[in-house]
T-cell receptor, first 112, second 113 residues
Framework: DAGITQSPRHKVTETGTPVTLRCHQTENHRYMYWYRQDPGHGLRLIHYSYGVKDTDKGEVSDGYSVSRSKTEDFLLTLESATSSQTSVYFC???????????FGPGTRLTVL | AQRVTQPEKLLSVFKGAPVELKCNYSYSGSPELFWYVQYSRQRLQLLLRHISRESIKGFTADLNKGETSFHLKKPFAQEEDSAMYYCALSEGWGGGSNYKLTFGKGTLLTVNP
């Protein structure tokens, strides 16, 4: 499974609270991505990183921030969680070969 | 901007029947195309990439640049093929921004016994 883990795997939180999701890789790959998966929308890119401290916005970045202080870790923060951010969040790593990406197991987040 | 369209949200076939999952794309350059599969409540797995011209689990996909399509086919569906399938496009090689993937909304395939 390409050495990608996500934590926590499940989380229930309340509206207005900050939430941080962690993605950890053991593959030493340069590229990392955060997606959200919602019925009827497929996967949508939130933020991505192309190196330590190098990040950029994706398609649905409003309300999210990211940080990457080490190659192996990519953190996604919901600054003030809203019910519309209830979703399954997937992290992915990019090998830089053929542009393919490999995915983590996902985090199911519920915002009440 | 690039776009990936999977026109069927749901597709249901019987075991042993042929299956085709459609994918059309919109992109002005030379794309890299992929199919990913997600079994129930699991992570997405790379099924195949067009550049490798490979066959995985009996599935094949041919890039048709004239029709801007990358349909996924299997001659004889199996029950274990039941899953969500996503078509994805990448802009091609280059800097960090070019390694992003654009996904279609997915097709849920059900193979009935």
């Amino acid at each position: 499974d390409a050495g990608i883990t996500q934590s926590p795997r499940h989380k229930v939180t309340e509206t207005g609270t900050p939430v941080t999701l962690r993605c950890h890789q053991t593959e030493n790959h340069r590229y990392m991505y955060w997606y959200r998966q919602d019925p009827g929308h497929g996967l949508r890119l939130i933020h991505y990183s192309y190196g330590v401290k190098d990040t950029d916005k994706g398609e649905v970045s409003d309300g999210y921030s990211v940080s990457r202080s080490k190659t192996e870790d990519f953190l996604l923060t919901l600054e003030s969680a809203t019910s519309s951010q209830t979703s399954v969040y997937f992290c992915a790593i990019g090998t830089g070969v053929y542009n393919e990406q490999f995915f983590g197991p996902g985090t199911r987040l519920t915002v009440l | 901007a690039q776009r990936v369209t999977q026109p069927e949200k749901l597709l249901s076939v019987f075991k042993g029947a042929p299956v085709e999952l459609k994918c059309n794309y919109s992109y002005s350059g030379s794309p890299e195309l992929f199919w990913y599969v997600q079994y129930s409540r699991q992570r997405l797995q790379l099924l195949l990439r067009h550049i490798s011209r490979e066959s995985i689990k009996g599935f094949t996909a041919d890039l048709n640049k004239g029709e801007t399509s990358f349909h996924l086919k299997k001659p004889f569906a199996q029950e274990e093929d039941s899953a969500m399938y996503y078509c994805a496009l990448s802009e091609g090689w280059g800097g960090g921004s070019n390694y992003k993937l654009t996904f279609g909304k997915g097709t849920l395939l059900t193979v009935n016994p």
